[in-house]
């Protein structure tokens, strides 16, 4: 007898923290989920800055970068998995000439330092978020975290990811939800 095939994949949905969640770092953040299937998932959390701006952070790869404006954009913490790395999500308009990874919905993901160079150029993509960091989850632990109220999903549209204020991700995630924030409560019922 064939079994059915009841796995979820949350490629290019969004995670959005409840008030319960365990971890503090996940506190009020809203993830976008890069990649889910068999092996875990990739996300990265698109409202918490990182009290850096791009300048700094293309000072210390010898990067040049010409314009200020372009400079002042912030760092995210993109998740507590390798801090050290970064990671440019973005609109599909653009691909990195090393490798950009196409997830659908008009996202994209690029880890690759070419990337950076073309933003700090003003050649990157149209819509981009860089953060540093990136969170993952095992086999069945996002699935796990989710039976247990610990993240609502809701798809995810290019204008709350990037044109939202970051202070204001959370709440619009749930609004798209028709929730109201007030109304969440930290503890799972089961009837």
């Not at 701006?53 to 790869?61: I, K, V």
């Not at 390798?82 to 996202?107: C, K, M, P, Q, W």
């Amino acid at each position: 007898m064939e079994q059915e095939n009841t796995k979820m994949n949350l490629t290019g949905k969004l995670l959005i923290a409840m008030p319960g969640m365990g971890d503090p770092r996940f506190a009020h953040s809203v993830v976008y989920v890069c990649s889910h299937g068999d092996d875990g998932a990739m996300g990265l959390i698109v409202n918490k800055p990182a009290d850096l701006p791009l300048s700094a952070l293309l000072e210390q790869l010898d990067i040049k970068c010409p314009s200020r404006r372009i400079g002042e954009r912030p760092v995210r913490f993109g998740g507590p998995v390798e801090t050290g790395r970064g990671f440019v999500l973005h609109s599909s308009d653009y691909e990195a000439n090393l490798h950009s990874l196409e997830i659908g919905g008009g996202f994209s993901m690029s880890a690759t330092l070419d990337v950076l160079e073309d933003i700090a150029n003003g050649d990157g993509p149209t819509r981009g978020l860089l953060m540093l960091g990136y969170s993952g989850w095992g086999p069945g632990q996002l699935e796990d975290e989710i039976a247990a109220n610990g993240w609502l999903t809701a798809d995810a549209e290019l204008e709350l990811v990037f044109d939202l204020d970051d202070s204001n991700k959370w709440e619009g995630a749930l609004k798209s939800l028709g929730i109201d924030p007030l109304t969440l409560s930290a503890s799972a019922g089961h009837a």
